[in-house]
């Protein structure tokens, strides 16, 4: 998780510093935690998560897979529209096809 952390933090272009004063703590005890030499309370990293905008949830073991592959699916969504790439079922804002109104076999 620290490693999210870090990855959250850095995304905002936040220095630790940064992180520090929004979540009220000092820089050192961000490096701490990010390097695992610190283990934060569970009231600090629910406050670290909520001030980057993320959330803590608890779910049951037998739905992390799908909530795994739910999130993979959104991020690969982000980076493919980064490079233009487009769902397969996005229709939105396409031109419609001249002279073609159905599938031809």
């Known amino acids: 998780m ?12 936040w220095s630790q510093a940064e992180l520090g004063r929004q979540a009220g703590l000092p820089q ?11 283990v934060p309370r569970f009231d600090t990293l ?12 608890m779910v049951p073991r037998s739905l992390v897979p799908i909530l795994q592959a739910i999130i993979r699916d959104h991020q690969n969504q982000d980076h ?6 487009r769902s397969l079922y996005a229709a939105e804002d ?5 002279g073609r109104q159905h599938d031809e076999f």
Do not use: F
């Open 94 to 98: 396409e031109p419609p096809q001249q």
């Open 2 to 13: 620290r490693d999210e952390l870090k990855e959250a933090r850095v995304t905002r272009s």
């Open 80 to 85: 493919n529209r980064d490079e233009g790439e």
């Open 28 to 38: 050192m005890h961000i490096s701490g935690i990010e390097s695992g030499k610190i």
């Open 46 to 57: 629910l406050d670290l998560v909520r001030v980057l905008d993320y959330d803590l949830l």
